[in-house]
C-alpha cells in the first residue's frame, strides 16, 4: 500500500526536513518505509526535488538524491540528479560525523564554518571532530582564528565516508582483495582499479591518473589546496606523508600505502612539474 501525505505549512526557524506527515505521528510509526519529497528549484515546465529516505524497516536509509522533473503537453520525464557534496552535507539522514567530512570536501574550514554548512550543532561538530582526527581522516591545518583551529581532509571525502574499509557504495569504492596471506602490491591495485573503472571521486576530464606524477600535474580542487599548503609550510616530512596517503588513497584506494609513494611524492613536491632529473624521471 502505497500513502501520499502532506505537510504542514512551515513556519519562521523550522526546517523541512525535521517537518512529517501532517496529523497523527501513528501514520509513520506504522509505515515500513517513509519517504519525503522537497522542492528545491521551480522553472518554467520544470521541477526539481530532492527526494530522501526518513525511515526504513528493512535496512539502513537510501541516500538522498535529486529528480528533476520536465513537463510538456505530450510528457513528463524525470531524471535522477546527484547531490554535490554541499547539498549532501545539508541532509540530517546523514550521520553527523558524514556531513561534517562532506563539508570539508572543498577545502580546510574552521569548526564555526562547518556548523554554517551543515547546521549540526557546534558541540556535536565538535565531537564529530574528535572522533574524525583518531580515525586519521582530519587533521588541522596548524592555522587558528581566536580559539578555533581550522582542519581539513586527510583523504578525499568519497573515499572516508565509511570509515571503515568496507565498500561504499555512494562513492562507488571497491574494497580490495589480496591473496591470502599477503597484500597487493600498488601497482596491482592500480591495476585492479582501472580494470574495474577506477573510483567516481572528482570529475576531472579524460582518463584517470595513472600515476603520482600525472595526479600530482592535474590535482583536483581538493588535492590543489593540500598541495598548495604543504608548499606554505615548506614541505616538511608530516606534510608530505600526509599528501601521500591522499595520493595513495585516490590512486588505490589505500591511504595507508602512502609511504611506498613518499619519495615520489617528495620528489615532485621538491623538484617541480617540469623537471627532468633522474629522481623525478
Known amino acids: 500500500m502505497l500513502i501520499i501525505d502532506h505537510q504542514a505549512k512551515l513556519q519562521a526557524g523550522e526546517s523541512y526536513q525535521r517537518k512529517g506527515a501532517f496529523g497523527s505521528v501513528y501514520k509513520a510509526n506504522l509505515a515500513r518505509s517513509v519517504v519525503q519529497a ?4 521551480r522553472g ?48 540530517t539522514t546523514l550521520t553527523a560525523p558524514e556531513r561534517v567530512k562532506l563539508a570539508l570536501q572543498d577545502g580546510p574550514l574552521y569548526p564555526s564554518e562547518i556548523v554554517e554548512a551543515t547546521d549540526v550543532p557546534a558541540k556535536t561538530v565538535k565531537n564529530s571532530l574528535t572522533g574524525l582526527r583518531k580515525q586519521g581522516t582530519v587533521e588541522p591545518t596548524g592555522e587558528k582564528e581566536g580559539r578555533e583551529e581550522r582542519v581539513r581532509l586527510i583523504v578525499p571525502t568519497s573515499l572516508s565516508l565509511k570509515g571503515d574499509g568496507t565498500r561504499d557504495d555512494r562513492a562507488g569504492v571497491l574494497s580490495e582483495d589480496p591473496k591470502p596471506g599477503e597484500s597487493p602490491t600498488l601497482e596491482e591495485s592500480r591495476e585492479k582499479r582501472a580494470v574495474s573503472g577506477g573510483l567516481a571521486t572528482t570529475t576531472r576530464p579524460g582518463a584517470r591518473p ?7 600535474s592535474r590535482p583536483p580542487n581538493w588535492l590543489q589546496h593540500q598541495m598548495a599548503y604543504c608548499r606554505r609550510q615548506g614541505c616538511p616530512t608530516n606534510q608530505l606523508k600526509a599528501l601521500a596517503a591522499s595520493v595513495a588513497a585516490d590512486l588505490c584506494g589505500e591511504a595507508t600505502r602512502g609511504a611506498e ?6 620528489a615532485f613536491m621538491t623538484h617541480g612539474v617540469g623537471c627532468d632529473c633522474e629522481v623525478c624521471l
Do not use: Y
Open 38 to 41: 522537497e522542492a528545491t528549484e
Open 44 to 91: 518554467e515546465g520544470t521541477l526539481t526535488l530532492r527526494i530522501r529516505q526518513k525511515k526504513h524497516n528493512f535496512g539502513p536509509l537510501a541516500d538522498p538524491f535529486g529528480v528533476e522533473l520536465a513537463f510538456s503537453e505530450e510528457s513528463v520525464s524525470l531524471r535522477a540528479v546527484d547531490l554535490d557534496p554541499a547539498q549532501m552535507a545539508e541532509e
Open 210 to 216: 595513472a600515476s603520482v606524477r600525472e595526479l600530482l
Open 261 to 266: 609513494i613518499l619519495w615520489e611524492v617528495e
